[in-house]
């Protein structure tokens, strides 16, 4: 197992919300490009390649100490997956909800994602995404215009939360260097 990180990770305090209008040029992906209609079945292309992301010898190593192994950025896609779908159950059933902050650094030092088994964090993650893509399955059309409101005041709808969500998930697969959906 990975030992603990003799210098911690940089928390990322940028705005991402900017995804939604124009591709990220890093990992070229374009959320305002992706139907309703895909987002469940993007959810799960974008995490099958975690079990075998996660089945390489070097899967612990952070590649220098300022950046997250692949089970650490693993951990963090489960977590947003589990994250996502919470959200989305209360932007279904509640009228213009807020969602409570998730400080996604705090979690990780927290929850000690470098020292998790990677064959157990690979199962975790499909069965979050799995979750996350039926909930999403479900929306039905008039859905995906409910609205939500992020702690930091970013307003969501069902569809942009979702295109959000899959930029994440996109975005660290090319951190880990897997291919993208």
């Not at 996660?54 to 994250?83: F, N, Q």
């Amino acid at each position: 197992m990975n030992q603990r990180p003799e210098t911690a990770v940089e928390p990322d305090t940028k705005d991402w919300t900017w995804v939604l209008e124009r591709p990220c040029p890093d990992c070229g992906f374009e959320a305002a490009a992706v139907p309703a209609d895909d987002v469940a079945r993007l959810v799960l292309a974008a995490t099958d390649p975690w079990p075998q992301v996660l089945a390489s010898p070097d899967a612990t190593r952070r590649p220098d100490p300022a950046t997250w192994s692949p089970l650490e950025y693993a951990c963090h896609v489960r977590d947003v997956c589990r994250i996502f779908d919470e959200r989305l159950a209360l932007l279904l059933t509640e009228d213009d909800p807020t969602f409570a902050n998730w400080d996604q650094d705090e979690t990780a030092v927290a929850d000690r994602y470098g020292e998790q088994d990677p064959a157990t964090v690979a199962g975790e993650v499909a069965t979050a995404a799995a979750a996350l893509a039926t909930r999403f399955a479900g929306v039905e059309d008039v859905a995906w215009s409910r609205t939500a409101t992020r702690s930091d005041g970013s307003r969501f709808t069902t569809l942009t939360l979702g295109r959000y969500g899959l930029h994440d998930l996109a975005h660290h697969l090319h951190d880990v260097g897997a291919a993208t959906p």
